[in-house]
């Protein structure tokens, strides 16, 4: 038997798809358009100082890639096999649990290492420039490959756990946060709070472990600060090791959890309790029932798990205990544009995402179910669903984004002073509004014609959320070159014709996306919705 047949199979079958070209296609001019915006941004400086200002963002960007991608590829990778019944029927040949994981690994990472080797080269071009040293820019290279080994074995033990997508993937990205954030988070609070000098230093000492750290030391500025205490190539060895512990880990637990196994009493018990945790009693069930079908059956279906809407209010909840914590530790650096910029930032980002998957799994579930068919064989109509999926995705979404916008005029408010801010601020909102809308109509869409309800939700982000930002890098470098070869000033990024325009690429993308998707749901529903997905799945 050929060694190691699946991973034979799997990069011979995914050097055939054209999107193991495009990737590596569109990673090159993403990383070109950013290079080229940057050396625009930094232009009157020394060649070293435009060399640095180049290889930081571009490494960053990297190292987010890297650390995020290897979630989104491995995370249902082995947990569909599972919903599907196929895990087993691989069990039944001669393949062991190593073959199994190692081919899953790289048939899901290989577009992902080609997106990133794309862009190593680009990095290379400030060595050229001055101010970064061959060394910094191999470390960079390293620590990213290293972080997305990580992040794909993280999220391939993930999917050995789990038969659900959305667990799974909650489940990768909590343990890669912990490591990435959580545990830099404790050294720094314990440190903060002068604890005892034994515990201290032993936390001081854990960051090690985190991956974040040998990002932070790659770069020589850093890594000469710590002087003797830099341990960068200790921490890349122990995330190595790390990878290396979540991939035989996954190995050893498929084989051990693909069959369907009766709950025991325990367990049973258990399920009890979440299920009245996330319906509530057969009284509240029956008054909700009652109350949804009234406006429509299908705001029901969709809104009968009330954990949904509770775990937004939770991550809200939370994103605003660590804002009063951060105000209370650093008051005069909390009130600043730029810490009111970020937060707004990850909180339109964090909803926009979460929108776009639910928009996208419904209708991608019930349809490899078999329930938009017993939908559409009631007296139920089209218009009639759809509209009952909107519903429910208000009644998920609609209050928490107005608290986010509530939050965004405070922050108007506390630096109205300046004219830029009010204008940028203000813009935001507009655009956060009007992204909300297209996300839900594109991903309604998108999820209808995708068996794989995550990947949807990311095109469909990469369109709405990711193309406007894109566009305006382009002609934002197309204008600031020709102004300045007519001798123009050097104050054109000050004006407000940058925020109106991203705002006008913005809604035109949106109605660009979003009228088109609207139109096909209420002209194609039917025809899509009762089509068996083809073996690879559309969209």
């Known amino acids: 038997m050929r060694f190691l047949p699946i991973v034979v199979r799997e990069l011979l079958e995914a050097s055939r798809h054209r999107s193991t070209y495009w990737i590596r296609l569109g990673v090159v001019a993403a990383g070109l358009v950013i290079s080229l915006f940057v050396m625009l941004l930094a232009r009157h400086g020394s060649p070293g100082d435009l060399g640095l200002a180049l290889f930081v963002p571009l490494a960053i960007l990297t190292y987010l890639y890297t650390l995020f991608i290897g979630i989104f590829r491995t995370a249902d990778s082995l947990s569909e096999e599972k919903r599907e019944g196929t895990l087993g029927l691989l069990f039944l040949t001669d393949l062991k649990g190593y073959d199994i994981v190692l081919g899953k690994l790289f048939a899901t990472s ?45 999220g391939m033990f993930c999917s050995s756990l789990s038969r659900d997508d959305r667990k799974a993937m909650v489940g990768a990205f909590l343990i890669v946060m912990f490591f990435l954030g959580g545990i830099p988070f404790a050294a720094l609070i314990l440190h903060e709070w002068r604890v005892t000098r034994g515990l201290r230093e032993f936390w001081e000492q854990m960051v090690v472990l985190s991956p974040g750290y040998s990002c932070v030391l790659a770069f020589d500025l850093p890594a000469r600060g710590m002087g003797a ?3 960068f190539t200790t921490s890349v060895v122990i995330t190595h090791a790390f990878g290396w512990l979540f991939l035989i880990l996954s190995c050893v637990i498929v084989p051990r959890t693909w069959q369907d196994k009766g709950a025991t009493t325990g367990e049973l018990k258990r ?21 949804l079908l009234a406006t429509n059956p299908v705001l029901w279906l969709a809104s009968r798990d009330r954990l949904k809407t509770v775990l937004v209010w939770s991550v809200l909840a939370v994103a605003a205990l660590i804002w009063a914590a951060g105000l209370l530790t650093y008051p005069a650096d909390w009130k600043d544009e730029a810490a009111y910029f970020c937060t707004a930032l990850i909180l339109h980002t964090v909803l926009k995402f979460w929108v776009a998957s639910e928009a996208c799994r419904r209708f991608s579930l019930d349809r490899q179910s078999g329930a938009l068919e017993l939908m559409l064989s009631t007296p139920l109509s089209v218009p009639e669903i759809i509209k009952g999926q909107v519903l429910a995705l208000e009644r998920q979404f609609a209050l928490p984004a ?132 083809e073996t690879k799945g559309r969209g």
């Open 110 to 154: 290989l577009n992902a290492f080609y997106g990133a080797l794309a862009i190593f080269p680009i990095m290379a071009i400030p060595v050229l420039m001055g101010g970064v040293a061959p060394a910094e820019v191999g470390r960079v290279v390293l620590v990213s490959v290293n972080m997305m080994f990580f992040s794909l074995a993280v």
């Open 271 to 291: 399920r009890q309790f979440w299920n009245r945790l996330a319906h509530g009693s057969r009284e509240t069930r029956d008054r909700l029932r009652r109350r």
């Open 402 to 533: 107005f608290l986010i916008l509530l939050v965004d005029f405070v922050f108007l408010m506390a630096g109205r002073t300046e004219w830029m801010w009010v204008w940028l601020v203000i813009a935001g909102m507009l655009v956060f509004i009007v992204d909300l809308v297209t996300l839900i109509w594109v991903g309604m869409w998108r999820g209808l014609n995708s068996r794989r309800p995550n990947r949807a939700a990311a095109a469909v982000t990469a369109r709405v959320m990711l193309l406007p930002w894109v566009l305006w890098a382009m002609i934002s470098i197309v204008i600031a070159v020709s102004i300045t070869r007519r001798g123009g000033g050097s104050d054109f990024w000050e004006g407000k014709f940058f925020i109106v325009l991203w705002v006008g690429l913005s809604v035109a993308v949106n109605l660009f996306f979003g009228l088109p998707a609207r139109r096909k749901l209420y002209s194609e529903f039917r025809t899509v919705a009762t089509t068996r997905f």
């Open 229 to 231: 205490k830099n341990h």
